[in-house]
């Protein structure tokens, strides 16, 4: 029998159409995430599984879906929703899509980094409300980027598409992660490596582009926001629980920073009530790879992670290079 396919939400056709020469691909209707039940009942039997990151895919999903599973494929760059240790350790493989959705979550970034800094969606709430404004020089002043710091929070492909953006701003480059990156790297981006509590207390704008691990959740507590400049910006384009979410809005409403720019949060799709009544806050709902252009190729890549695997050949992007056999 041809290899069954579990796609757990819709993706691009031009993916999909590549599965289906892969094999039999089952799509649960209708299109909106799955409840854990309905998720472990959809993958019984499957030969490959194309999940997104609402899926939390841990030793269970692969229980319920039986011994021929072989390859867990997320359309994303993130896999925090996922179990890597256990789902490797029953001899599956997992890819995600890295790469492809660099550069438009690098734009997304810098769309809010302008956005905040420049206050367009508070500038953009007042035009729309039809509130009086005229033309004055002291009018919604905001903060220049020229001369200024950005702090990256782990400078992998997306902290470095977002420090070519910032240099072209005519703006200092800082970083800080786990290790240094080449020194090659730090030489094109002019970016020089601080530990956190340095880049913290010495950048304009921090912005965050780890993962989210047990090591970074809440990386950005109200100690790390009370480290920060009174007139610094927070962006946050990677995972919400990177960020105490309720410390954000405490130390926003209290002027411990000057705004935040937010893609994502801590319980996607709720936002925390504080948040929503700042005016220093933008806030966009999980937009970063949402090109059609990234969508499709993130999908695309995906579909030829799970043909590469079902025709045993080795996965473009596997997060681990090798699985239990
Ligand atoms: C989206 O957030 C991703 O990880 O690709
Ligand atoms: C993802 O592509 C990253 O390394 O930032």
Known sequence: APPRIVVTRQIAEPALALLR??????????DRGLTEAELHRAVAG??????TLQDRIDASVIAAAGPRLRVVATVAVGYDNIDVDAVTERGVLVTN?????????ADLTFGLLLAVTRRIGEGERLVREQRPWEFRLDFMLGAGLQGRTLGIVGLGQIGRAVARRAKAFGMEIAY?????????????LSARFLPQAELLASADVVSLHCPLTPQTRHLIDASALAAMKPGAFLLNTTRGPVVDEDALAR???????????????EEEPHVHPGLLELDNVVLTPHLGSA???????????????????????????????????
Request: proline share 7%; charged share 25%; hydrophobic share 45%.
């Open 176 to 188: 800080t992660g786990r290790r240094r990156v080449p020194e090659e790297v730090e030489a094109e």
């Open 251 to 265: 130390a926003l409403a209290d002027g411990v920073i000057a705004g935040a720019g937010l893609d994502v949060f």
């Open 97 to 105: 899509t890295p790469g492809v959705l660099t550069e438009a979550t």
């Open 46 to 51: 499957a030969d490959a599984l194309v999940s």
């Open 21 to 30: 020469e892969a094999g039999d691909v089952d799509l649960p209707q209708p």
């Open 291 to 325: 090109t059609v252009e990234t969508r499709t190729e993130m999908a695309l890549l995906a579909a030829r992670n799970v043909a590469a695997v079902l025709s045993d050949e080795p996965a473009l992007t596997p997060v681990r290079s090798k699985v239990a056999s």
